[in-house]
């Protein structure tokens, strides 16, 4: 069963670096023919989709992100990181990381968040 | 970029009632449509793919349709546990992206 669970600092300073980890166990993140994504959700707001990796290392990111953030993968360690730099209190937020499953259904290729680990919150304050 | 709207914001149905939530693309996204169910604290749930593909373990009373610009999530009878915030997903296959839509929440009457 696949599983994830992200990890890193609960508190950034104002203009830092953000740096989550998502561990995926269940399955080789190398073996996958699915995406691997980072979500974000402010207090009480609405999900944003912050960007996602190939295991190829191939990258796609949201346009109102993307001159900062990077994501990259170590298949070595089965795990998948998320990179926000120059990061304000609008940053703060619970952070998902996420399986982008990939498959044909109607002879049309979907793709859907499933599964996704529990969320960490970030909170940007100095 | 793709723009996802959803109606109504707040639906208050009582246990039992049909409830019906819409979705909407501003460009056709086909059927390339999910549908997740979020409780406070909680991650997002996959309830459907493919704007009418339940996803595994998922009640019968949970059905999606619709393809193009216009989608339904229907839950035919209310229990309990389904009162949550309800977020559509659409994929663009090139650039590869997601968008999700602002939330309906379902709370009760």
């Known amino acids: 069963q696949l599983q994830l669970q992200e990890s890193g600092p609960g508190l950034v300073k104002p203009s830092e670096t953000l740096s989550l980890t998502c561990s995926v166990s269940g399955d080789s993140i190398s073996g996958s023919s699915n995406y691997w994504g980072w979500i974000r959700q402010p207090p009480g707001k609405g999900l944003e989709w912050i960007g996602s990796?190939?295991?190829?290392?191939?990258?796609y990111y949201n346009p109102s992100l993307k001159s900062r953030v990077t994501i990259s993968v170590d298949t070595s360690k089965n795990q998948f990181s998320l990179k926000l730099s120059s990061v304000t209190a609008a940053d703060t937020a619970v952070y998902y990381c996420?399986?982008?499953?990939?498959?044909?259904?109607?002879?049309?290729?979907?793709?859907?968040?499933?599964?996704w680990g529990q969320g960490t919150l970030v909170t940007v304050s100095s | 970029e793709i723009v996802m709207t959803q109606s109504p914001a707040t639906l208050s149905v009582s246990p039992g009632e049909r409830a019906t939530l819409s979705c909407r693309a501003s460009q056709s996204v086909s059927s390339n449509l999910a549908w997740y169910q979020q409780k406070p604290g909680q991650a997002p749930r996959l309830l459907i793919y493919g704007a009418s593909t339940r996803a595994t373990g998922i009640p019968a009373r949970f059905s999606g349709s619709g393809s193009g610009t216009e989608f339904t999530l229907t839950i035919s009878s209310l229990q309990s546990e389904d009162f949550a915030v309800y977020y559509c997903?659409?994929?663009?296959?090139?650039?590869?992206?997601?968008?999700f839509g602002p939330g309906t929440k379902v709370d009760i009457k």
């Open positions: 997903q659409q994929y663009n296959n090139w650039p590869p992206s997601f968008t």
């Open positions: 996420a399986s982008a499953t990939r498959a044909v259904v109607a002879a049309k290729l979907v793709v859907w968040f499933d599964p």
């Open positions: 990796i190939y295991y190829s290392g191939s990258t």
